[in-house]
């Protein structure tokens, strides 16, 4: 098994772990806020959205999946620094990095392997 496979794999476990928590996580708790008239959560139930279909994107594309990732990961870590300011780093680590690790892992493969796009060999 070549280093590039094993990355690819590492990258898809990474992000499905990432996806899965953070979608039950928030889905679970976004919709009790929502129903208690707390709109704040919106914004980064939409970010992260936005992350996961980066991630199932990359499962078939990993150049173009993985730069959503990283994006998604990137605005949501910023925006809960814009909200909490040196306290909210700490929260925009824990956002934002799950996503921004297996996005970078996932666009090297799709960069070191560009012929592949949905399996790596």
Same mark, same amino acid.
């Given at each position: ?7 690819h ?24 806020? @929502?129903?208690? +008239?707390?709109?704040?959560? *919106? $914004?980064? #139930? =939409?970010m ?16 173009l ?20 300011g040196?306290?909210?780093?700490k929260?925009? @680590?824990?956002? +934002?990095?799950?996503?921004? *690790? $297996?996005? #970078? =892992? ?16």
């Open positions: 098994m070549n280093a590039t496979r094993i990355l794999y590492i990258a898809l476990i990474l992000g499905f772990q990432a996806s899965a928590f953070f979608l039950f996580f928030l889905i679970s708790d976004g919709v009790i806020d @929502l129903f208690d +008239g707390k709109y704040s959560v *919106i $914004p980064i #139930l =939409i992260m959205i936005f992350t996961v279909i980066g991630y199932i994107w990359a499962i078939t594309k990993p150049k999946g993985s730069l959503i990732m990283i994006s998604g990961g990137v605005v949501m870590a910023l925006y809960l620094i814009m909200l909490g040196t306290v909210g780093i929260m925009a @680590l824990i956002y +934002g990095l799950p996503f921004i *690790i $297996p996005g #970078l =892992i996932f666009y090297f493969v799709g960069r070191k392997n560009p012929e592949s796009q949905h399996d790596i060999d």
